[in-house]
């Protein structure tokens, strides 16, 4: 572990006070030591110190190191009571890239066309109870939406008692461990407080018996070979020595496809909403785009916006195991030291993107994102595998909302809140739904009969 006098310049402040305002005001309090530091500082939330980088030249640094030098498992370690040691996210080297070509076949752009169908049967049977004139919180729906999606693309349960009793389970223990109050308790009484632990497995004990269940199921399918659920073809998947992936595996990757495709594209899909529905000309454009059908590039450019503007994750963050210098020279960290692309500095640079602040999905139709200033998956060796699934999933979302009801924002437009390592809606996303709109086939009977 490096002293903090050999890091970067950072705040003063007792680490509680900084870990508070980093879980309450994580932007905020990222731009005020920017203002102050500059595009490379030190926080320290843990005695450690964690040192930020806000400059695309440092990201390109850190994203493009060797992976013996770029570690990501340490950092993730406070994941692994949840995701399991031998989840993608705390592998590192060789671990690490045995894993990523056993998980990345199924992420393939042509084999995702196949959950089109079961991303657009889950939005448009939730979507069939939205009232006009109802109110509502919408990340809640986003969750169940995209909970189905993971329970059938994913794990391959179809309908059911088992369906009930997973999601059942998923959704008690998404709410402990995603509760913002956590962060405050682990603060006080510690990480390795028994009582956290204790509450945790109480959790995730009754879940994980649940997955190796599944995974049972499927050993013994014989139509195994036939299934087109991400989890059979995992079982099916072989590294380079013949040897498939053990039953722990499984459920730790099973963990972390929950996590890191269920909450982020929830959250996601709410904030695209809540951002939409207070530019009406935008909201307009997209839904134009829903019912014409085929190729959608504007939806694309809000999607890519609103991952750009509200960020679900503020900052990746790799613990180097050699020294790196950083901040055009200035910084030689020491090996031990943690680093962070801090994409919540990246996606606010007026250079990069001038009015920062404005929702203004046209710039991305005028040039494509940047491989190091537009970070929401994170880039490099360790680029989120689920990125296209992602994309897909809420491009299919919000068409299916959007061509079956007409939608206004309620209130004010939301602040940034917390839940979990996540960044969401405060209020999750209020609208009110305006009215319902025939079927898209419907449209011209309806034109025909007025006349």
């Known amino acids: 572990m490096p002293d903090l006098l050999d890091l ?19 932007r905020e309090f990222a731009a005020r030591q920017r203002e102050r530091f500059g595009d490379v500082f030190t926080v320290d939330f843990d005695g450690e110190g964690i040192v930020f ?7 390109r640094t850190i994203f493009t190191g060797g992976a013996e030098v770029m570690h990501a498992g340490e950092a993730n370690a406070p994941l692994e009571p949840v995701v399991g040691a031998r989840s993608i996210l705390l592998l590192d080297e060789a671990e690490h890239l045995r894993e990523r070509r056993l998980m990345l076949p199924p992420f393939h752009g042509e084999r995702m066309r196949r959950y089109a169908e079961i ?5 448009e049977r939730d979507v069939a109870t939205w ?3 109802a109110e509502l919180t919408l990340l809640p729906h986003m969750q169940g939406i995209t909970l189905e999606v993971i329970m059938r693309a994913i794990f391959g349960i179809e309908e059911g008692l088992q369906m009930e009793r997973l999601g059942r389970l998923i959704r008690r223990m998404l709410r402990l461990t995603t509760n913002p109050s956590q962060f405050v308790i682990s603060l006080v009484l510690g990480p390795d407080s028994p009582r956290l632990e204790a509450r945790l497995r109480a959790a995730l004990d009754p879940l994980d018996a649940e997955l190796y269940r599944v995974i049972a199921e499927h050993r013994e399918s014989p139509d195994l070979a036939e299934r087109e659920d991400i989890l059979s073809m995992l079982m099916l998947a072989r590294d380079e020595h ?10 730790d990757e099973l963990m972390t496809l929950l996590l890191a495709g269920h909450e982020t594209t929830a959250n996601t899909l709410s904030w695209a909403f809540e951002r939409l529905t207070r530019h009406p000309a935008i ?28 960020p679900v994750l503020p900052l990746v963050v790799r613990k180097i195991t050699k020294p790196v210098t950083v901040g055009q020279g ?15 500095l990246i996606h606010y640079r007026e250079d990069v993107y001038p009015e920062p602040d404005a929702f203004r999905p046209e710039r991305f139709l005028e040039s494509p994102p940047g491989t190091y200033t537009w970070l929401p998956f994170g880039g490099g060796m360790r680029r989120c595998l689920g990125a296209s699934f992602a994309q897909f999933e809420m491009k299919a979302v919000l068409h299916a909302v959007l061509s079956q009801v007409e939608l206004e924002p309620v209130g004010h437009g939301e602040r940034v809140g917390r839940r979990g390592f996540t960044l969401v809606p405060n209020k999750g996303g209020r ?14 009977e309806n034109e025909l009969v007025a006349a």
Request: net charge positive; aromatic share 2%.
């Open 431 to 444: 609208v009110r739904v305006v009215r319902r709109l025939p079927a898209p086939g419907r449209e011209r």
């Open 53 to 59: 980088l806000g400059d695309p030249e440092d990201v």
């Open 119 to 123: 991303m657009n049967e889950a939005a």
């Open 8 to 26: 970067p310049p950072g705040p003063r402040q007792p680490q509680t006070a900084q870990a508070l305002q980093w879980i309450m005001r994580p």
């Open 330 to 344: 200035r910084f030689r960290l020491p090996a031990g030291t943690r680093v962070a692309p801090a994409i919540i």
């Open 283 to 310: 909201l307009a454009r997209v839904a134009a785009e829903a019912r014409a059908g085929g190729d959608a590039p504007y939806t694309e450019a809000v999607i890519q916006e609103t991952l750009r503007l509200r």
């Open 131 to 133: 009232e006009a004139g």
């Open 242 to 251: 013949g040897e498939p992936m053990t039953d722990r595996e499984l459920r």
